[in-house]
Nanobody
Framework: VQLQASGGGLVQAGGCLRL?????????????VAWFRQAPGKERDFVAA???????VYADSVKGRFTISRQNAENTVFLQMTSLKPEDTADYYC???????????????????WGKGTLVTVSS
């Protein structure tokens, strides 16, 4: 199983980026996929999740600015980020799990598969 996150980079405050998480080695359409982020010296925080049913959940800090979506035909999940702020600066990771329930979505320990991060830097 592989999860490959990409699309990070340097952007000015107010700008936008789109992250991609390409997944292989599992029955993608049956899995919940989530994005987490981790800033230096801080814990890994939940950003957004999209369930196999395409239902979505967002952290309060990104609601209205970030949109998570999935393309099952491409085994890919996207995170469209707009109105970026310096506090959005972090390594962004995607994670996947088949059995995770709604109440577990924000907790990184409940995801079975992880990819490496992609760095997003937002300058002020």
């Amino acid at each position: 199983v592989q999860l490959q996150a990409s699309g990070g980079g340097l952007v000015q405050a107010g700008g936008c980026l789109r992250l991609s998480c390409a997944v292989s080695g599992l029955a993608f359409s049956r899995y919940t996929v989530a994005w987490f982020r981790q800033a230096p010296g801080k814990e890994r925080d939940f950003v957004a999740a999209i369930r196999y049913s395409s239902g979505t959940v967002y952290a309060d800090s990104v609601k209205g600015r970030f949109t998570i979506s999935r393309q099952n035909a491409e085994n890919t999940v996207f995170l469209q980020m707009t109105s970026l702020k310096p506090e959005d600066t972090a390594d962004y990771y995607c994670a996947a799990d088949r059995s995770i329930i709604y109440s577990q979505l924000p907790y990184p320990d409940d995801y079975h598969y992880w990819g490496k991060g992609t760095l997003v830097t937002v300058s002020s």
